[in-house]
């Protein structure tokens, strides 16, 4: 089956087995890498993408399912130059990755979390971004750079 959506502003058409997973489609056809495969349960939260706007487990989203919609990986998070968003920035200032293989999908659940509005305090980003593990521990330094980019937390 012909599947047409976008990926970060480009129109993709490709055929697609109805099994195959939108991860699988964007490694292995699209070869945008920066999705990683850590689970494929959908219970790491490596794999995050946006789907139209919603934060999704590429691993147990179809590609089927994508079907004249829009798809946004890390790779398109930084601007076209280059130049880093502030959520990639602010995982630097704060140290939040360490081995860095969980940290495409992490900034993809923080730019979701922000944009949800789910920033009220700590406890309140934890508790949104709790569907993506980090096997090193840097929780802390996540936390707190989504909290540099949402602002200061509501007293």
């Known amino acids: 089956m012909v599947t047409a959506f976008e990926v970060n502003g480009r129109k993709v058409d490709l055929e697609v087995d109805p099994r195959e997973s939108l991860l699988a489609v964007l490694q292995d056809r699209l070869h945008l890498y920066g999705t990683k495969k850590g ?3 959908g219970q790491c939260g490596a794999c995050t993408v946006h789907l139209d706007g919603r934060r999704v487990v590429s691993c ?3 590609a ?3 079907e004249g919609r829009e798809v946004r990986t890390i790779e398109g998070v930084a601007g076209e130059d280059g130049t880093l968003h502030p959520l990639q920035r602010a995982f630097i200032d704060n140290d939040a990755m360490q081995c860095g293989y969980c940290t495409p999908g992490q900034i993809m659940s923080g730019l979701a979390c922000i944009a949800e509005g789910h920033t009220g305090d700590d406890d309140e980003i934890r508790e949104y971004m709790s569907g993506n593990l980090c096997r090193c521990g840097a929780y802390v ?4 750079a989504i909290r540099q980019v949402a602002g200061p937390a509501e007293a």
Do not use: N, R
């Open 64 to 66: 089927s399912q994508v």
């Open 60 to 62: 147990l989203t179809l």
């Open 39 to 41: 689970c494929d349960h």
């Open 141 to 144: 330094g996540i936390v707190a």
